[in-house]
């Protein structure tokens, strides 16, 4: 097999790029071109001959550049660009002449669309439409936002077959204007891609990857899907934003190319299943929106192509180092001399340029007409659940440098080690009592472009984090970005519930309206859409990430039903409803079904990671003293075998403590909250009690703890 050596070459500069707004055209002669679009408007074809670029075309649009794809013939070279502005999708040859400008009159951008022929698949946020020679041929209406579109091979299928990558963690196939059906997937997906060539055997095989991380390959058939194969994040990478298939690896199959939102590139190999096996990775500062593999800088060498959110463009390539720069220490050759010296005149005009608008913004800004100009900068940001460790990661990505960040929460949270963040952290001291519960400021290093924090927040607790992100440029300016922490945060999508688990039930009757109930709920509880689904009766399915109890959401115009299998999920609901409907001057009627066989089923999910837990605290404890032992005696045989292991795991232990920062103390918390609020729900206040739960806790067995729960009345 094969090992993958690629050296980086920068091609080129942009500005800030959507998703997959960067594609290689097909072969012409030895090489490739490169066509990308940024955010600034501008459309740019360029190739590279000798290590330079050399521009085919480059067209200014003056508008946004949300997404560029390719199309052509069904089944022939695709060699046209399509580029979506805005409610437009506009059409240019490789020469650059615009031989199409389409407007969809959707009343929202266009997100992302897909072509084939003649067929032209666009999707907004929240509408899909079909149009074939420019008309209008199907349309849909979706639940939930829209991420990405594609449609299996007019050439393999018998008809026009579009997948829809949706966020509520489904694929939706559709047939016509119609849904055909669903298929869930373990994450919210992001991107889409045709496995192989054509979609596999039959053409109706997709990849997919999700914002938490994961890929997986899926077959859709006529009547239903399966699932092929899906790769867990493991290590947990950042989200992928872009799959391609290309054979880097060059043995006579393609392999996947992956690029994912915190810069890593990923090639994974097939191995005789067919099952990916990871074979190379290779990190960038920036996140990689964009991902293809050609032959672009020299005949004959593969490499793989990106294209990252501040606009970056470069290369990983087979090829060694260019020829001619350095032979050896004193040794240059004619064309390597004349490169040093055109990149020093280069060097030296970018110096005079910064030196003269440097003294025209010195001579602005002491004049008596001075205007101050705060400069503008956007931000790639994202807050995400991740189901692994229950915690939410927050990335913060700009195309210049960050100086410093500054979080505030006027509710408790818990900031969590990131392994790959570099920056200097310090904690002020905050008063709970003015609305304050953490301040908390990042220094970043000097070339820092993205930054990734790891939050966990406690159910029940709600509120607002603020963040405030200064970056290196002058004059100093700072936004503002804030990120709701719900009362029922740590709850996750699903569409499953099992009901054979013992559940408890609320019922909520009152004069309010579908879209009222709507945003209730959706105040409570994360990864809902905004806009009130179409339809009389919504439901909607939640799993929790830590304990992994679930919740079932029914409601219509004056009705609204919940239940779980979790009393403490019921309790928050409660409160939180109560009071936003005391808000609008609604009266409620509450009506609530307490199963008492949920509460040893809760302890019983609680139990093994409560156990976990106590174990690894009580092996954390004992390393100081055996650490001693083993400096004392020559010899550990007389050491049990168990303490034995102690000393051989001390590092990975310690540090799995230390990436666990109160984690006893939250599970306590959640028995303590579950123990008040079953006996709440009889009308019993029992706070006089918990001292008594925390002793039972101390000598912890669940069969005590079950007998407590029953017996205290």
């Not at 959507?18 to 002669?29: A, C, F, N, Q, Y």
């Not at 984090?465 to 300016?477: D, F, G, M, N, S």
């Not at 609008?584 to 040893?600: A, F, G, H, T, V």
Request: hydrophobic residues 35%; contains cysteine; aromatic residues 8%.
């Amino acid at each position: 097999m094969m090992q993958l050596n690629l050296t980086r070459v920068d091609y080129l500069q942009v500005g800030i790029t959507s998703p997959k707004s960067m594609r290689l055209l097909p072969t012409t002669g030895k090489v490739q071109r490169i066509a990308v679009g940024d955010n600034n408007g501008l459309l740019q074809c360029f190739g590279v001959k000798k290590g330079e670029t050399q521009q085919t075309f480059q067209t200014n649009l003056s508008q946004k550049i949300s997404r560029l794809e390719l199309g052509g013939p069904v089944g022939g070279v695709k060699d046209r660009i399509f580029i979506a502005t805005g409610p437009e999708i506009k059409g240019f040859t490789k020469k650059g002449k615009n031989f199409l400008t389409f407007d969809t009159n959707m009343s929202e951008p266009v997100q992302s669309f897909h072509v084939q022929g003649s067929d032209l698949f666009v999707c907004g946020k929240f509408i899909y439409n079909h149009y074939r020679d420019c008309k209008d041929v199907n349309d849909f209406l979706c639940g939930d936002e829209i991420n990405d579109v594609l449609c299996l091979p007019l050439d393999r299928v018998p008809e026009a077959t579009p997948v829809l990558a949706c966020q509520d963690r489904v694929l939706r196939v559709l047939q016509g204007s119609s849904l055909l059906y669903e298929v869930e997937v373990p994450g919210p997906p992001v991107t889409l891609q045709i496995y192989d060539v054509n979609g596999g055997e039959e053409g109706n095989e997709v990849l997919y990857g999700t914002s938490d991380g994961r890929i997986g390959l899926v077959s859709l058939g006529l009547l239903s899907p399966s699932h092929r194969w899906e790769l867990p994040n493991e290590k947990r990478n950042g989200g992928v934003l872009c799959l391609e298939n290309y054979d880097i690896t060059a043995d006579g199959v393609l392999d996947l190319l992956v690029g994912r939102d915190d810069g890593q590139i990923e090639v994974y190999s097939y191995d005789e299943s067919d099952e990916p096996i990871h074979r190379y990775s290779h990190t960038c500062s920036e996140s990689v929106r964009s991902i293809q593999g050609g032959i672009v800088n020299t005949p004959g060498y593969d490499e793989i192509v990106c294209s990252t959110y501040a606009g970056s463009l470069f290369g990983l390539a087979h090829k060694p180092k260019p020829k001619g720069v350095i032979i050896d220490n004193n040794t240059l050759t004619h064309e390597g001399r004349e490169k040093i010296r055109l990149l020093r005149e280069d060097l030296e005009e970018l110096q005079q340029k910064v030196m003269k608008e440097r003294e025209k913004y010195q001579q602005t800004a002491y004049s008596d007409t001075a205007v101050s100009a705060v400069p503008m900068f956007k931000i790639n940001d994202k807050f995400v659940l991740n189901r692994e460790d229950a915690s939410y990661t927050l990335s913060l990505e700009l195309q210049m440098p960050i100086d410093n960040i500054l979080l505030q929460s006027d509710v408790p949270v818990d900031l969590l080690d990131v392994e790959k963040n570099s920056a200097v952290v310090s904690h002020s001291s905050c008063n709970p009592e003015e609305g304050n519960f953490v301040l908390a400021t990042y220094r970043c290093q000097a070339n820092t472009t993205r930054l990734e924090l790891k939050i966990r927040s406690i159910e029940g607790q709600y509120g607002t984090i603020q963040v405030y992100i200064t970056p290196r440029i002058q004059p100093k300016t700072c936004q503002v970005k804030q990120y709701p922490i719900k009362p029922l945060s740590l709850h996750q999508r699903t569409h499953v519930f099992d009901n054979k688990r013992p559940c408890n039930t609320l019922k909520l009757t009152g004069q309010f309206s579908l879209a009222e109930v709507h945003n209730w709920v959706c105040f409570c509880l994360p990864e809902l859409p905004d806009r009130t689904p179409a339809g009389d009766t919504m439901v909607f399915h939640f799993t929790s990430t830590f304990l992994d109890t679930q919740l079932e959401c029914s409601y219509r115009k004056g009705e609204a039903t919940f239940k779980s299998d979790n009393i403490s999920t019921i309790s928050i609901l409660k409160d939180v409803l109560s009071k936003e409907a005391t808000k609008k001057k609604i009266r409620l009627d509450i009506n609530y079904d307490i199963n008492e066989n949920s509460i040893p089923h809760t302890l019983g999910l609680i139990h093994p990671k409560l156990e976990y837990q106590l174990l690894l605290a009580k092996k954390v404890q004992l390393i100081d003293a055996l650490k001693e032992l083993q400096v004392h005696e020559a010899d550990n045989n007389f050491l049990s075998p168990e303490y034995q292991q102690i000393l051989e795991e001390a590092d990975s232990l310690q540090i799995e403590f230390k990436k666990q920062p109160c984690h006893l103390e939250r599970l306590y918390g959640m028995i303590t909250d579950l123990f008040i609020d079953k006996n709440k729900f009889k009308g019993q206040n029992v706070k006089t009690k918990v001292p008594a739960l925390l002793e039972v806790l101390d000598n912890y067995e669940l069969k005590t703890l079950v007998d407590f729960f029953e017996n205290s009345v």
